[in-house]
């Protein structure tokens, strides 16, 4: 198994431009999570989903947009990109939510100049 | 809303001794309470797992308990070594997860 894998690694973005953050994990989970990690902020939940067809939103949700097509799959879309979402971004999977070990990514460094 | 609180935000020890990370939590309604292990420039790497019915977790030199009636729970490493360097970092389980901000570990050769 891959496990959870995200692309790109890193990116740079201009401000107001847009993009996507892929995720994809081989475990056939059903909860599968975003996440951002600042500076001594620890891990802040963006988006998260239960399954195919249903997300709901985290702690930090704005300017971010997710979709939940497939199990494996669950990108992240920055429509117009600010500096404030400079972070690294990470994809959880589990395979429920609440009482199952969640995995991670190896995370995207996002910078918006 | 749950809060997640990890002390000391950094700790620095000489090898070989052993030592207590700590990490409290305001909601006592979870389901679980994750250890992470994350190195510089790198993904969260899971340590050990203690379900919200259990009282601590063994992994070698890795022991972490957990007191839900109190919001707390603690990393206990032993013998530690240079390669036990890294951020360390607590997540509990609720509706939703929930992180501290971690624990920032050196230890010394």
């Known amino acids: 198994n891959a496990g959870v894998t995200q692309t790109p690694k890193f990116q740079v973005l201009k401000t107001g431009q847009s993009m996507t953050l892929q995720c994809a994990q081989d475990?056939?989970?059903?909860?599968m999570s975003w996440y951002r990690q600042d500076p001594g902020m620890g891990l802040r939940l963006i988006h998260y989903s239960v399954g195919a067809g249903i997300t709901d939103q985290g702690e930090v949700p704005n300017g971010y947009n997710v979709s939940r097509s497939t199990t494996e799959d669950f990108p992240l879309r920055l429509e117009l990109a600010a500096p404030s979402q400079t972070s690294v971004y990470f994809c959880?999977?589990?395979?429920?939510?609440?009482?199952?070990?969640?995995?991670f990514g190896p995370g995207t460094r996002l910078t918006v100049t | 809303k749950q809060e997640v609180t990890q002390i000391p935000a950094a700790l620095s020890v000489p090898e070989g001794e052993n030592l207590v990370l700590n990490c409290s939590f305001t909601?006592?309604?979870?389901?679980?309470l994750q250890w992470f292990r994350q190195d510089p420039g790198k993904g969260l790497t899971s340590l050990l797992l203690?379900?919200?019915?259990?009282r601590e977790q063994t992994s070698g030199r890795l022991n972490a308990s957990l007191d839900k009636s109190s919001g707390r729970s603690t990393l206990y490493i032993a013998a530690s070594q240079p390669g036990d360097s890294a951020t360390y970092l607590c997540?509990?389980?609720?509706?939703?997860?929930?992180f501290g901000s971690g624990t920032k570990l050196n230890v010394k050769p």
């Open positions: 959880a999977s589990s395979p429920g939510q609440g009482a199952a070990e969640q995995y």
């Open positions: 997540a509990v389980s609720g509706h939703k997860f929930y």
């Open positions: 203690i379900q919200s019915s259990q």
């Open positions: 909601d006592s309604a979870i389901y679980n």
């Open positions: 475990m056939n989970h059903e909860y």
